[in-house]
Each structure stands twice: as C-alpha cells, then as structure tokens.
C-alpha cells in the first residue's frame, strides 16, 4: 500500500492549506482504517495533529490545532485532508498521513502506514 500527500507549500501566517493524502494498494481496505495526520518541525520529535475514523465519527484534534484544521475523509475516493486554517509559525514542518486499525489513534507507534511526508512552511 502507498500513501501519497499532496497540497504541501508555503503559506502566511493566518492563511489556509489543505492537505491531501491518497491511498493506493490492492490489498489495503481504506474504509477500514483510521486516518492519522502527524507532522514534524526540524529537530523534533513527530507529533499528533488529528485522526479520523473509518465512520467519520468524533475526529480528534492536538490542542495546539483545535478549532483551526479539519480533517475529513471521503471513503470512495480512498483519500484523508486535512484543511489547515490560521496556520501559525510553529506550524512549520513536514507533514504526514499515516494509517492504523486502532480507531481513532493518537500515537504513532500503532500507526503501520506512512505516507513520504510533504513540506508546510509558514512564514511572511
């Protein structure tokens, strides 16, 4: 199974960006599983943004990112987003979908499918 990202770029603080992340794979069953978005700033350790489960039921948010992004899925299509709105500097980093068969996980560790990873910058 492949996860690809698209959407990735620079941004201006408090504008928006919507990430993509498509699932490709004969055997992998995409309704299944929950999506995870993570990201990472350099030098730090990959972090939880927001999951989604296979039902669209009670997505969940990192603090930092509440009430600003929102994640979706549309199950036909095989794809996650991630719609980010009033990005922030701190919200520089390399982002990642990942997918798990825990529903709605947090940690990475039971996250098994990583996409390559693409580049947000914010910045003026």
């Known amino acids: 199974v492949q996860l690809v990202e698209s959407g990735g770029g620079l941004v201006q603080p408090g504008g928006s960006l919507r990430l993509s992340c498509a699932a490709a794979?004969?055997?992998?069953?995409?309704?299944?599983?929950?999506m995870g978005w993570f990201r990472q700033a350099p030098g730090e350790e990959r972090d939880f943004v927001s999951a989604i489960s296979w039902s669209d039921e009670s997505p969940r948010y990192a603090n930092s990112v509440k009430g600003r992004f929102t994640i979706s899925r549309d199950n036909t299509r095989n794809t996650v987003f991630l719609q980010m709105n009033d990005q922030k500097p701190e919200g520089t980093a390399d982002y990642y979908c990942a997918a798990s068969t825990y529903t709605l996980a947090t940690s990475k560790e039971v996250y098994d499918t990583w996409g390559q990873g693409l580049q947000v910058a914010v910045s003026s």
């Open positions: 794979g004969r055997d992998f069953d995409f309704s299944i599983h929950t």
